[in-house]
């Protein structure tokens, strides 16, 4: 086996982003060999010593995934400071260690979502160069004008910068709500 970035290694034992696995490394949590290791260092999981606030790292070898069904209330996320429940309670006891969520579903939001344990899996499904489409079905009160959707569809400008085109369809209009589907290529917060 050759050497793979500490990230990865991280996020297959650990069950957590690469981005999380950088931050390990920032902090100065993560010893290879012995030694501190940086941002960029490389490792071979089966040769080197790699350790975690002095606990050594665990390679989840068999790859699992999950689809669930997230109810309103849950987070995606691994763990929650403030004791929401979080998606992976959802799943057996005995299933659970070294998964984490495929993207994010907001808290007041329900759907299907991916939970696994596989870093290469969420990094192919989620980052945006590889321009997987992700839909929602959006319901908002009144009715958005043609201008409004397709100002959406445009792309709009979070903290300064502007996002991905966007499908937007309307695909109901009630008394005093609208159904829109929303197809998107990237994820922001």
């Not at 939970?115 to 489409?133: A, E, F, I, M």
């Amino acid at each position: 086996m050759t050497q793979e970035r500490l990230q990865k290694i991280i996020s297959k034992a650990q069950a957590c982003s690469r981005r999380n696995a950088e931050e390990l490394i920032k902090q100065s949590r993560v010893l290879v060999n012995g030694k501190a290791a940086i941002i960029g260092d490389r490792a071979n999981e089966k040769q080197d010593e790699i350790l975690i606030d002095g606990q050594q790292i665990v390679i989840h070898e068999e790859s699992r995934v999950f689809l669930i069904n997230k109810p309103i209330g849950y987070i995606c996320s691994c763990k929650d400071p403030y004791g929401r429940p979080i998606l992976t309670s959802l799943i057996p006891t005995n299933l659970r260690k070294g998964l984490h969520p495929v993207g994010r579903l907001d808290l007041n939001s329900r759907g299907a979502i991916l939970v696994t344990n596989n870093g290469d899996l969420t990094l192919k499904l989620t980052h945006p160069r590889y321009s997987h489409p992700k839909t929602y079905n959006v319901l908002v009160k009144g009715f958005p004008s043609e201008r409004l959707l397709n100002y959406w569809r445009n792309g709009i400008l979070i903290n300064g910068k502007k996002t991905r085109e966007a499908k937007v369809i309307v695909k109901r209009s009630g008394s005093y709500e609208t159904l829109l589907e929303v197809i998107i290529k990237e994820g922001k917060k």
